[in-house]
């Protein structure tokens, strides 16, 4: 047989898989690097300062302190409101829970600083819940936290909770165990290892969340996440910045850690393998329907306010969208501005998603290195790549003040959420597939074409959703890198709120209203299902 | 024109899995390579295809296929699983073949129309692959092989996951369509009986090596070896001792075959084969009964010969558990061959 044939694929691969590599260790582990050099290196030699003040500040202590309360908090009132909805939406699955289930998957789809907005609607002085004093208290960061997290604990947990098992349960009953002994026996551990897995990318969430602690927390709530970015942006204190960074990463790793660790625990657990085979209820209790309403009640109704707010004064905010705001630019500048990064996003995204899937999905040579580095990004905060990137990429060439790096890093964030979707799709193709279409004469560029991106087709798109969602709502990173003259939709959402005024607060609501819909679409179109043609040409 | 094998090695790392296989199939033939799990058929299979490395020639009539790449080699191949695209309808995939050759739409429909009424299904064309069932999955996989007219058509394991009966239909359908067509057709499978239902030849592979290649008649005759003999499912091979026209093994003694009447104390492996035994008041030997199981319309007593292994014989009507009988050996029915010294 040809060997040279086989000796230049092989080659060809290794290329493409150095060149990747490449680009990711330039923009994730060149800028992460230089981050913890720039805190743990100086005249030549280890320094342990910025760590030792990490824990010897009193307000960092207070600070690192805080953010571990308050992601804690956030994960247990996730869990404690997640799981039973979970139970409702894909056990006793009552009439109209389709629709609730995809009514409460919105918030996590909405970027930070939206939910953000909408809490800040919802319980300033003049909002509906004014009275309760919430506003700017930890109270009010926790709750955004619960609103933006329970659809992680149904999307999480759902699809295993759906999927489980009945018949250990029924041995079990069979066996004359009562309903809490078979629960206790059956499905804890059944389930132990996806809520502990939930758990913990709920808590990486809110540890590193920055949209909704900058624009609830005010001044006396700090996270790390903020705190970063203040120490970097307004006090240039970039050492003490690098401290909290290296803490931060710590967490974050131990987080992902536990998170590995307790999803590979739940992917042990026998499925069910057909689901029509489930056994199906109607809503026969009034608790079902109560739990319903206050579902849709509590991810519809802050979102309404921010439109009232829009609304108000003859549609003020509405009207100021092509003005030219303070700042210098118009709110419609922002949307195309936000158009134009989450479409160059998405593209970079989804060519380094769909590489690197193909590349680990059929073992290419060196492409296990990929694995690992395209993941760092979800074990960095956006804020910390941000940082990275403003102190790392001015060598060989200064690129920070080119657009381009904005949808690079959007595209680096959105990554290990596109890399979750196609990964298993494309690992889920079997080999003896794209034998079969070699061995019918398909060349192997259209074994990729009809094989792999035909399968694939559904998870692509979804991940160019994902992938353009999280563009247009992304804030962490963004905010070291956008340039001023023309910000994204949520930098300029954040810039519109941090003035005084009544017109350009509405004006920060109308933008909010249209990044809302615009994600809405973009996830709604990933929903709809393409029929597939059946005729005998494609 | 034939399908060529010559001195075909497959390795993967420092393990041979297919060592030295020659082979040659002629158009409208069906050889059935015959071996056991792990035994190197798939392999063999995927490289006559091109799709792993080997060492060695495949050629076709007198063009080498050696230096051609697996989608231009025009061999077709059936796989255990099917791998049909979950993607495409029952039509494109029979057409995905005729398409990859460039086919035009017009003539592409009629093909796939001709091919799935040839294999009955008819109809199917739209038809999602995941609503099919077994026997339907396995005529699509069968007729997509079939449509792009291959040179030769190679089958691994294609009856694997279906029910006796119809693997039974489909397995005499394949044998014609072949027939029909003048395809050179090698398959592989693990089940004697498959390989004997639809093969004109017959390859038995053990580890990696062709053991014994002949028409049916003669590999179910006269099996060359224990280890064919066990690959035809005989059963193990018993270790004896050849004196003066007797087989002594131990628990029994049988006449010896024709060649090895005047050898004296060598050592011999001895098979039976299933129909050896028979409960007979003449016979020689004296069996206790261990157990009577119902078998099909009759019943089955497995028998035990003083010390030896248990064997089936088929029981009388008025036979116990416990009973004492007297069997019968066919001489016929034992195979003898060359074992170790004593």
């Given amino acids: 047989m040809d060997s040279t044939r086989s000796r230049l694929t092989r080659a060809g691969q290794i290329v493409v898989v150095l ?13 992460i690097g230089n981050v913890l050099r720039q805190g743990l290196w100086a005249n030549g030699s280890l320094r342990f300062e910025p760590l030792t003040d990490v824990l010897s500040n009193r307000r960092n202590r207070r600070i690192v302190g805080f953010t ?12 404690a409101i997640g799981l039973p909805l979970t139970y409702l939406l894909e056990r006793r699955r009552p009439w109209g829970a389709a629709l609730v289930r995809a009514l409460v998957l919105v918030p996590f789809a909405l970027p930070t600083v939206v939910v953000g907005i909408a809490f800040l609607a919802f319980f300033a002085a003049t909002g509906p819940l004014g009275e309760l004093r919430i506003a700017q208290t930890t109270t009010i960061i926790v709750v955004a936290h619960v609103y933006f997290n329970v659809a992680v604990v149904v999307r999480i947990v759902g699809p295993r909770w759906r999927l489980f098992d009945e018949r250990p349960s029924m041995a079990a009953r069979v066996l004359g165990a009562g309903s809490w002994n078979c629960w206790k026996a059956t499905t804890v551990p059944a389930l132990a290892g996806v809520v502990v897995n939930a758990a913990a990318v709920v808590f990486l969430f809110c540890m590193t969340s920055f949209g909704v602690v900058a624009v609830l927390g005010g001044p006396r709530n700090t996270t790390i996440e903020t705190e970063i970015y203040r120490l970097t942006t307004q006090e240039l204190a970039l050492d003490r910045a690098s401290g909290l960074v290296i803490a931060q990463l710590s967490a974050v790793l131990a987080t992902m850690w536990i998170a590995q660790r307790s999803w590979r625990r739940s992917e042990a657990v026998k499925l069910r393998v057909a689901e029509p085979m489930l056994h199906r209820r109607r809503a026969t209790a009034v608790t079902d329907v109560v739990m319903m309403i206050g579902a849709i009640a509590f991810v519809v109704t802050p979102l309404t306010f921010v439109v009232e707010r829009a ?11 092509a003005r030219k705001s303070a700042f210098g630019w ?22 380094l998603g769909v590489v690197i899937a193909v590349a680990l999905s059929r073992r290419w040579t060196g492409a296990r290195v990929l694995g690992p580095l395209s993941v760092l990004p979800i074990g960095v905060s956006a804020v910390t790549l941000g940082f990275g990137f403003l102190i790392a990429l001015d060598r060989p060439i200064d690129v920070r003040d080119r657009w381009q790096l904005v949808p690079v890093a959007h595209a680096l964030v959105a990554l290990p959420i596109v890399l979750r979707t196609l990964l298993p799709v494309f690992q889920g193709i079997a080999k003896s597939t794209r034998e079969a279409a070699i061995i019918l004469g398909a060349s192997p560029s259209r074994v990729v074409r009809y094989v792999d991106l035909a399968v694939a087709r559904r998870a692509i798109g979804t991940s160019a959703a994902f992938a353009a969602a999280i563009s247009f709502g992304e804030f962490g990173a963004t905010s070291f890198i956008a340039r001023t003259d023309t910000p994204t939709m949520p930098i300029a959402i954040a810039k519109l709120l941090s003035r005084p005024g009544a017109s350009t607060r509405a004006t920060a609501y109308a933008v909010s209203v249209v990044l809302i819909v615009i994600v809405c679409v973009v996830i709604g179109l990933a929903g709809i299902q393409r029929r597939g043609r059946l005729e005998v040409d494609r | 024109m034939t399908l060529t094998v010559r001195n075909l090695n497959v390795v ?27 035994s190197g058929k798939s392999s063999l299979l995927r490289a006559i295809c091109g799709l792993i490395p080997y060492d060695g020639s495949v050629s076709w009539g007198s063009c080498s296929l050696d230096s051609t790449a697996a989608h231009n080699r025009q061999i077709g191949l059936m796989f255990q699983d099917h791998a049909l695209f979950e993607h495409m309808s029952v039509a494109d995939n029979v057409g995905f073949g005729l398409k990859m050759r460039g086919v035009s ?38 007729a997509r092989s079939m449509a792009p007219a291959p040179r030769a058509l190679l089958l691994d394991e294609p009856f694997g996951a279906l029910d006796p009966t119809l693997r039974a239909r489909l397995a005499a359908e394949l044998r014609d369509l072949v027939h029909h067509h003048s395809i050179a057709a090698i398959l592989v499978t693990h089940d004697h009986s498959e390989a004997f239902m639809i093969a004109d030849r017959i390859a038995v592979l053990i580890g990696g090596r062709i053991a014994q290649l002949g028409s049916p008649i003669e590999v179910w005759s006269r099996p060359e070896s224990t280890a064919v003999c066990e690959a035809l499912g005989f059963g193990t091979a018993i270790r004896a001792t050849a004196h003066e026209g007797v087989i002594d093994c131990g628990w029994m003694t049988v006449a010896a075959p024709e060649h090895l009447e005047h050898v004296r104390d060598r050592c011999v492996d001895v098979v039976f084969r299933p129909d050896a035994f ?63 010294s004593m």
């Fill in chain 1, 19 to 31: 060149v990747t590599a490449a680009l990711l260790v330039y923009f994730v582990v060149w800028p």
């Fill in chain 1, 68 to 79: 571990l309360w308050q992601a804690t908090i956030s994960t247990l009132v996730s869990l």
């Fill in chain 1, 311 to 321: 609304l108000r004064d003859d549609g003020l905010g509405f009207r100021m969208l």
């Fill in chain 1, 330 to 351: 118009s709110p419609i500048d922002s949307v195309k501005q936000s158009l134009q990064m989450a479409v160059w996003a998405t593209v970079i995204a989804l060519v």
């Fill in chain 2, 12 to 38: 993967y790392g420092s393990r041979v899995v297919v060592a030295d296989v020659d082979l040659e199939v002629s158009r409208g033939e069906i050889v059935a390579v015959l071996g056991a799990s792990g």
């Fill in chain 2, 105 to 142: 739409r017009r003539d592409r429909v009629a093909q796939v129309m001709r091919w799935l009424g040839l294999v009955g299904l008819a109809g199917f064309e739209s038809r999602r692959i995941s609503s099919l069932s077994g026997g339907e999955q396995q005529r699509v996989a069968l």
């Fill in chain 2, 278 to 340: 028979s409960i007979d008041a003449q016979g020689l030997c004296t069996a206790i009964v261990r157990s009577i199981a119902p078998y099909r319309d009759r019943s089955q007593a497995a028998i035990q010969v003083g010390g030896g292994p248990m064997v089936y014989v088929d029981s009388a009507p008025n036979l116990r558990v416990g009973d004492v009988v007297r069997i019968a050996v066919n001489p016929e029915s034992v195979l003898c061959y060359w074992g170790g």
